[in-house]
């Protein structure tokens, strides 16, 4: 690991933990482990690599085991006959042993440790539970280096065990529905980066996406024939256990709520009738908190919900109720008056309250949106911080568990870096040691209005493997160059996993091409990034059927040809233009960006769908020629024409504004080596 300006605090944590291997060198481990020591040497493996498993797992390790040696074959083309692993199977010398004391179970705060040492007798794995060994076998995996002799793990004695119990990824199903597969890859990629939580956003105003037997016409009106049916749900409940990941359900309740309307209207705080949403934003529809029947009915659905999801815990929304329905309904105003509750909030409480004994009643804990905090609500419920770090610590320091999403919302298409510097335990967290117990971990949030299964991925990943480190990692682990290298290696091998976050790309030009040679095309997305936030929408408004195919679309976020770019510059412009080398890299990829649109154009003239990115064509052609004569001038001011830097700026300003809902993220870099405006 190369270290450079944090020489001294990587020094002093040295000495702190005097743990001299701490960091020496993370290679392509992410999360990085508590405690690793490398040690010379290699151990080899062939085709004659075997595995045995003994104590007393869960049988999901066998599965899980069997996975693992596919996955080695698959990298290194070995044919390995133990991809179907048989654990009764006796092997005399296995190469890798896999010891496990007890079954796990799948619960929040189950022990996920393991200790991995790989010498050259044998690899030993061993872990209380099957959930650490499962976490132990993607570290090797990891691990799997090449030579010019073959593949070969490096020596190695590891001890690593999670920093945070609850490590999340939100996956919205509403917004647009994700199909099974959708759902089971990102299962696996969670897995192979140590994520144990999935948190499954099931209704919305736009869906409601579980049969529901007690109450039908929650799935048959409200989900356009987009719902998973319970033996589906099963199904997934059982492939995440197999990887040992929890499933959190979320009904978001009482606001977000239309699809629940359409088919039982009369539960609602204004009369009907309701219809599926097709916009997105925050819109009236809410339960009416004050009559019996709402109760009635969500004991009814909650009785099925708890025996269809085991987790211990339930998600009940809470989010964004935008109170106009209760603003308007006398009788709503009345119960307040009757029963002395303040204002909206306090019925809200008044609500969770009840559902919170319902929940109860169905051995069920509450979790929810950070809404659901008030003083009239227990400490047993989970809050979930969206809005600002702030109601997490708030929580924490009113005695209630609490998990951390905001600054982890990967929807909204911020660099990774961002995400990943969020810790949610920081030192000079203002809390006592046994508030900061309370802070459970942290989830990823896939909202999915921007989203289809076509592009769900590149989405989640692999910016939720940056996330994944910092929920599971030591806090010390901060180094944003190392993150990104590791961060590349990882990305390419969740590809093995089917995930589409790679692949997808290409296809995805490639229609926008109408199957024509998309290397311009490419050149250009390569380097421009959806708009952030909810820019989005508002730059052009997006509907539920909004096409999910556009140039917007096939960009991605954090887009690494303009990220390395901008370094390349930083690092130019702070060794005073010294770096020929550099420079001469520089200088080409600005050449093939300044050709670019020549190559282009006439490819958008043949492709409609293109026509929206004219004018961004152009502006990559007209900052990267900026650029060229930029470090021309570097070199020789003299011949810098007078007016050179505020023409420049005029054109780099334009070209700093979205086009077809994407920023450019090349500007700052070329105002940088230009010495105009600001960057
Ligand atoms: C949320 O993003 N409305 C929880």
Not at 65 to 71: C, D, K, P, Q, S
Not at 108 to 125: F, R
Not at 396 to 404: H, R
Request: contains cysteine; hydrophobic residues 40%; neutral net charge.
């Amino acid at each position: 690991m190369k270290r450079k300006s944090h020489g001294l605090a990587f020094f002093l944590i040295v000495m702190i933990f005097g743990v001299q291997t701490m960091f020496a060198q993370t290679r392509n481990l992410m999360p990085v482990p508590q405690q690793v020591e490398w040690q010379k040497g290699k151990v080899r493996v062939d085709s004659s690599f075997t595995v045995q498993v003994k104590g007393h797992p869960h049988p999901r390790l066998y599965k899980a085991v069997g996975r693992m040696i596919h996955r080695l074959a698959g990298r290194s083309g070995l044919f390995l006959p133990q991809s179907f692993f048989d654990p009764q199977e006796t092997i005399c010398h296995p190469n890798l042993l896999v010891t496990v004391k007890r079954p796990a179970a799948i619960q929040l705060n189950e022990d996920e440790s393991y200790t991995l040492t790989v010498a050259n007798s044998q690899i030993q794995l061993q872990a209380e539970t099957d959930l650490g060994a499962m976490h132990g076998l993607e570290t090797l995996l990891q691990l799997l280096s090449a030579d010019t002799e073959g593949y070969y793990f490096p020596q190695v004695k590891i001890n690593d065990a999670p920093r945070f119990p609850w490590r999340g990824l939100l996956i919205d199903a509403c917004r647009h529905f994700m199909p099974m597969e959708v759902i089971k890859r990102n299962l696996d990629g969670m897995a192979a980066v140590k994520l144990n939580v999935l948190h499954w956003h099931l209704s919305e105003d736009q869906g409601f996406r579980v049969e529901c037997k007690t109450y039908p016409r929650l799935h048959q009106l409200g989900s356009d024939g987009n719902y998973y049916t319970q033996e589906q749900i099963k199904e997934i409940i059982a492939y995440a256990a197999d990887r040992g990941i929890r499933v959190i359900p979320e009904f978001d309740l009482p606001g977000h709520a239309t699809s629940w309307l359409v088919g039982y209207p009369e539960l609602a705080s204004a009369p009907g009738p309701y219809k599926i949403e097709r916009n997105w934003g925050v819109f009236n529809p809410t339960f009416n908190p004050t009559i019996e029947a709402t109760y009635t009915f969500l004991d009814g659905f909650f009785k099925e919900m708890a025996a269809l999801f085991p987790d211990a815990y339930i998600h009940i929304g809470g989010d964004e109720n935008n109170g106009k329905q209760w603003n308007a309904n006398p009788q709503i105003q009345l119960f307040m008056k009757t029963h002395h509750l303040e204002d909206n909030h306090a019925l809200q409480s008044y609500f969770n309250n009840r559902l919170l004994k319902i929940l109860t009643k169905y051995g069920k804990k509450m979790v929810g949106w950070d809404e659901i905090l008030h003083k009239d609500m227990p400490t047993n419920i989970v809050i979930q911080s969206w809005r600002g770090r702030d109601s997490m610590i708030k929580a924490a320091q009113q005695g209630y568990q609490t998990i951390l999403s905001n600054g982890y919302y990967i929807d909204l298409i911020q660099p990774t870096d961002y995400h990943y510097l969020n810790d949610p335990a920081p030192q000079d967290l203002p809390v006592t040691p046994d508030q900061r117990s309370l802070i459970l971990g942290g989830e990823a949030t896939m909202w999915a209005e921007m989203v289809s299964p076509e592009t769900v991925d590149s989405r989640i990943w692999p910016r939720t493997a940056a996330i994944a480190e910092r929920l599971w990692s030591a806090g010390e682990v901060r180094d944003v160059d190392d993150m990104y290298r590791r961060l590349e290696t990882v990305s390419f091998h969740l590809e093995e996993l089917g995930l589409t976050h790679e692949k997808n790309y290409d296809m995805l030009l490639r229609r926008l091409t109408g199957n024509r040679n998309i290397s311009a095309l490419k050149t250009l997305v390569d380097v421009i990034e959806p708009v952030r936030i909810y820019n989005r929408n508002r730059l052009r408004k997006q509907f539920a059927y909004t096409p999910l195919t556009r140039v917007v679309d096939a960009a991605r976020p954090d887009a690494a040809v303009a990220r390395k770019f901008r370094k390349q510059v930083d690092n130019y412009v702070a060794a005073k233009n010294s770096n020929l080398e550099l420079e001469e890299q520089i200088r080409l990829q600005l050449q093939l960006w300044a050709d670019n649109d020549g190559n282009l154009q006439p490819i958008i003239d043949v492709s409609p769908v293109l026509f929206e990115i004219r004018q961004l064509s152009q502006n990559l052609s007209a900052v990267a020629r900026i650029g060229l004569e930029a470090l021309t001038y570097r070199k020789n001011p003299k011949v810098r024409p007078s007016n050179w830097a505020q023409k420049s700026l005029v054109i780099l300003e334009q070209a700093a504004k979205p086009q077809a809902q994407t920023n450019l993220m090349i500007v700052s870099a070329v105002k940088k080596l230009a010495g105009v405006g600001e960057n």
